[in-house]
């Protein structure tokens, strides 16, 4: 086969898992090129002006993210330098019942507690338990497994009994989250905090295997942030770092196939190169990188009848969450907004994320009922932020941008997805009106622009993003750990030679992590024989030193 032109490896998609993935590989000696199909590198890393020229900067797929500066490869490639800030808010998130107080999350853990022990002393007193026994299973347990490739279920169970940590985290884990919020708190406004901001989006709350999730969460030593200058700083800040390492990413490029050639054994073949739409033919020397989601990577670019059945199986039966979809709203505001909640209790006003309409465990439940039956809430939820309180750049001088999301489905029980295109303004405007009940002066008046983006846009805008699960898969007990995205594909390798995967398909799963980009670059450098420049979590060292 000609080809055009030759890399040592290719990277399909610059989502942040890509473009982590591509920055160690680079520099670790390798030439990798990035394609991508979109008009701008960085996947959910997305920050655009809207309207065009209008100063106005909307963050439009993903707003914070969670301890983001304590992530290994925010230091081990040096992106300070290269143009990556982080601000924390101090008051993190912020739930508002209506009928007065507010639940708030603090980067300082006694005002958290403080807030807590206003609802419920007992809440209080068990947050603080929690969070305490939960500190050294977060650091010792949970966050060097998420910066490795998954154990297998038996080693991972063998290794974890040996100590009381990992007992204690075995025994936790046996709940769904539901059941250790019921169990652990009895207030119903902070239940339902618990589960909604800590649970909901992420996990399957009713399953058994995520009972360990929220006191995680509570005992995390990072808490939301945000990136100065929007979103897409962090992209160019990783570009920066490859370009200076000799990668290349090509945006505006859709691969059409990879070249799976026949290596002379009975095997699948190996992968030798992309074929992208534009008929340009592109030779990957030693490996092919994946972000992208089963379906595409398998069935799409390489065609399910080219691969071993039990692997196309596999890719066509990796599902998507029905209850991660959202619908946004975003606003251009002319004032900064009020929210009414500061009268009583005056911090409100400085509230990074806020949380609206959540008051019990019930709201909760129906929530996740109306999406997994394909109903628009019938209890609106909304969950946003205003960055520019704290990063006024996003918006012309004493102007504000903010957003708010609800959590809805894809597939709408009347009328399928298509019929989102229909309400979106019915939309747009219901969950105003909430958003004005909660801050009055963001009304009609102040609002200078404003436009929705639904389950839908976002498939639209990123199909490995199917039906609008921004988790790019569900993480339920059957796609979690070594199950990602299933066994035979979960430590980054595929049956293909020659070809990896990367994205959040694979452990530990979505959002902006790094970590699945993280750990496909240990795996590619091991497997290359490369020296790795780099220094991982070793698992079995420090899951051995807790025994
Ligand atoms: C509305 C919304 C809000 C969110 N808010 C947050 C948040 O506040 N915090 C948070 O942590 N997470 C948030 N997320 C989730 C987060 O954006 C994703 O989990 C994360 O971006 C996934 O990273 P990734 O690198 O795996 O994939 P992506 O970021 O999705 O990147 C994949 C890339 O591949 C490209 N691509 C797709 N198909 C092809 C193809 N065939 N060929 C070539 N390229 C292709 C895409 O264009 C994209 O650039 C949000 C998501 C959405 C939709």
Redesign the pocket.
């Known amino acids: 086969m000609q080809f055009d032109s030759e890399y040592d490896g290719i990277i399909?998609?610059?989502?942040?898992?890509?473009?982590?993935l591509q920055a160690y590989l680079c520099r670790a000696g390798l030439k990798v090129l990035c394609?991508?199909?979109?008009d701008?590198?960085?996947?959910?890393?997305?920050t655009e002006q809207l309207p065009g020229g209008s100063g106005f900067h909307h963050?439009?797929?993903?707003?914070?993210?969670?301890a983001l500066t304590r992530m290994p490869w925010y230091r081990q490639l040096e992106l300070e330098q290269h143009g990556a800030r982080y601000i924390e808010p101090e008051l993190n998130v912020c739930l508002l019942p209506a009928d007065g107080g507010a639940l708030e999350w603090w980067t300082d853990f006694d005002r958290t507690v403080e807030s807590f022990a206003r609802f419920s002393r007992r809440d209080a007193d068990a947050l603080k338990r929690w969070r305490e026994e939960f500190v050294p299973i977060v650091e010792n347990i949970l966050l060097p497994e998420a910066q490795s490739e998954p154990q297998p279920p038996e080693e991972r169970a063998a290794a974890l009994q040996r100590s009381p940590e990992g007992r204690r985290l075995l025994e936790v884990s046996q709940l769904s989250p539901r059941e250790f919020a019921a169990r652990e708190f009895e207030h119903p406004v902070v239940q339902a905090g618990l589960l909604f901001f800590n649970g909901l989006r992420e996990v399957d709350l009713r399953a058994s295997g995520f009972g360990h999730h929220i006191p995680a969460l509570l005992a995390s030593p990072g808490k939301?942030q945000m990136c100065v200058g929007g979103?897409a700083q962090l992209a160019r800040a990783l570009v920066s770092v490859i370009e200076k390492a000799g990668g290349e990413v090509r945006t505006g490029?859709?691969?059409e196939r990879m070249v799976v050639e026949a290596d002379g054994s009975s095997g699948p073949g190996r992968v030798t190169g992309v074929q992208t739409t534009a008929g340009e033919s592109i030779r990957a020397r030693q490996f092919v990188a994946s972000?992208?989601?089963p379906q595409?990577t398998f069935l799409?670019?390489i065609g399910g009848d080219k691969i071993d059945p039990h692997l196309k199986e596999r890719a066509e039966n990796f599902k998507y969450s029905p209850v991660t979809?959202?619908y946004?709203i975003h606003l251009a505001l002319d004032e900064q907004h009020l929210w009414a909640a500061a009268e009583w209790e005056p911090q409100a006003k400085d509230a990074w994320l806020i949380i609206m309409g959540v008051e019990s465990t019930e709201d909760v439940k129906v929530l996740e009922a109306d999406c997994r039956a394909g109903r628009f809430p019938s209890r609106l939820q909304l969950f946003g932020g205003v960055p520019t309180v704290f990063d006024p750049w996003q918006a012309p001088k004493g102007k504000h941008a903010a957003w708010f999301?609800q959590v809805a489905p894809y597939n709408l029980k009347d009328g399928g997805p298509d019929r989102w295109d229909d309400i979106i303004d019915e939309v747009t405007e219901k969950e105003t009106e909430l958003i004005t009940e909660f801050a009055p002066n963001i009304n009609k008046d102040t609002i200078v622009h404003s436009f929705g983006?639904s389950p839908v846009d976002?498939e639209r805008?990123?199909?490995?993003?199917r039906e609008?699960d921004?988790?790019?898969g569900e993480l339920n007990p059957d796609q979690f750990l070594y199950n990602r995205p299933f066994p035979e594909c979960s430590q980054y390798r595929t049956p293909i030679e020659g070809l990896y995967i990367?994205?959040?398909?694979c452990h530990p799963?979505?959002?902006?992590?790094?970590a699945?980009?993280y750990n496909a670059a240990k795996i590619i450098v091991e497997d290359l024989g490369l020296e790795r420049w780099w220094t991982p979590p070793d698992l079995e060292k420090i899951w051995g030193g807790l025994e």
């Open positions: 399909l998609g610059s989502g942040h898992n890509g473009l982590v394609l991508e199909r979109n701008t590198a960085g996947g959910g890393l997305r963050n439009t797929h993903s707003f914070y993210h969670r939301a979103s490029v859709t691969p972000s992208l989601n595409q799409e670019l979809p959202v946004t999301w983006l976002i805008h990123f199909p490995n993003m609008g921004w988790m790019c990367a994205g959040s398909c799963g979505g959002n902006i992590t790094g699945p980009g």
